[in-house]
RNA sequence: CGCGGGGUAGAGCAGUUUGGUAGCUCGUCGGGCUCAUAACCCGGAGGUCGUGGGUUCAAGUCCCACCCCCGCAA
């Protein structure tokens, strides 16, 4: 069977590699322009692009898959095309084109957390478990229907990179068990009820401010949620105070949230939340290097008592 | 050649402007005190100050080159 694999980001390789690693044959691989990148503004090319030289696969990256990518999709004549974060929405003459359609990867349970970030969301609403659902594309963003699922426990220590990784994995082998059923003709396919649907925006930067007039769990789940991009941040001083790693702390009855409650070498770094309090374990100063709250406290005096957004470094 | 910050003991930092004995907090090791310690007291070890050149009587500090780390912007 011939397959046209799409994909871009870290989370689309275990699925290019279970496809390599498959009897069937991956004819090309489309994935996002090289985009200058980092510091210096060096271009670099996708993770999915580096796979796919390393295996000499034809590697396609059109700025517009329905305008330059087209034609040669065409040309590799696929049987069906499989997509995992590929990054651009396909249009129906794109669709059209594999006989067998086109299979995605999508990193939820359907129909709950639809777009571009499941992973992310799936953390920031607390979800108790996340899963892989693969699905015919069709014309809609993450709306056609279900063929397979698995699900894993979200787990309190999970951030959206542990928890990706994970579900990358766990996708790779479910696209595999659905390409073989579908050739079996035993895939089931199920309608997405519209109902339980939920549509995700995609994650700004903006979203990482934690606002500790929310309550602990939801700050906390918000700092897993935006690890390791964009993380979590907090005002301070004239800087941010990137926080990676956050855990519940025992509070104190009439602090505004917000107030620093601890900054002891010892104790660690406690703020005040609506409902309680929270230590910033593992904080990233301006200019500085992510490291333990306890660390930074060694050679940085925080004074207790104000608000972290007040506090001079 | 996108903009900027940084590399000093195991960790986190000061010292660089104005060149002149390597400093702080913590950890660590040894000793003491205490019913007890995230406590306190005494003592010790631990540094080619990122690398290579240069200037100087003298360089962590000034000059040149390079390496590595980080933030912003994309």
């Given amino acids: 069977m011939r397959v046209v694999f799409m994909g871009t980001p870290d989370f689309s390789v275990p699925t290019l590699q279970a496809l390599i690693d498959s009897p069937y ?4 691989v489309f994935t996002q322009p090289d985009r200058p990148k980092g510091r210096g503004g060096k271009v670099q ?40 974060a590929f990054g651009q929405i396909l249009s129906q003459d794109v669709l059209d084109v594999p006989p067998m359609g086109t299979v ?10 639809r777009g571009a970030a499941p992973i992310q969301w799936a953390i920031l609403s607390g979800d108790a478990t996340a ?9 809609g963003i993450d709306t056609g ?17 542990t928890l990706s990784d994970k579900l990358a994995q766990m996708g790779a082998e479910l696209l595999i068990d659905t390409l073989r059923q579908i050739e079996a003709g035993t895939c089931p396919r199920e309608k997405q009820d519209e109902a339980q649907s939920t549509y995700d925006p995609k994650i700004e930067k903006e979203m990482g401010l934690l606002n500790f007039e929310e309550g602990t769990e939801k700050c906390l789940n918000r700092v897993r949620a935006m ?26 009855a009439n602090a505004i949230p917000g107030t620093v409650l601890k ?15 929270m230590e910033l374990c593992e904080i990233q100063a301006p200019n ?3 490291m333990d709250a306890k660390a930074f406290l060694l050679g940085h005096a925080i004074e207790e008592g104000k608000l972290l957004s007040e506090v001079r470094i």
């Fill in 263 to 277: 900054a002891d070498r010892k104790l660690g770094l406690i703020v005040a939340t609506a409902d309680g309090a």
């Fill in 227 to 252: 690890s390791p991009w964009p993380c979590a941040y907090a005002q301070l001083g004239e800087g941010v105070l990137k926080v990676w790693r956050a855990k519940a702390a025992e509070g104190c």
């Fill in 25 to 28: 044959e991956v004819v090309g």
């Fill in 45 to 84: 090319m996708s993770p999915v692009k580096e796979l796919a030289l390393k295996h000499d696969i034809p590697v396609f990256q059109p700025l517009k898959m329905r305008l330059d990518g087209l034609e040669p999709l065409r040309e590799l004549k696929p049987d069906i095309c499989v997509t995992a």
């Fill in 131 to 139: 899963g892989v659902t693969t699905m015919y594309s069709d014309k």
């Fill in 145 to 161: 229907d279900m063929l397979l699922k698995c699900e894993t426990p979200v787990l309190p220590e999970d951030t959206a990179g």
């Fill in 288 to 290: 500085a290097k992510r």
């Fill in 104 to 113: 995605n990867v999508h990193a939820s349970l359907l129909p709950r957390h």
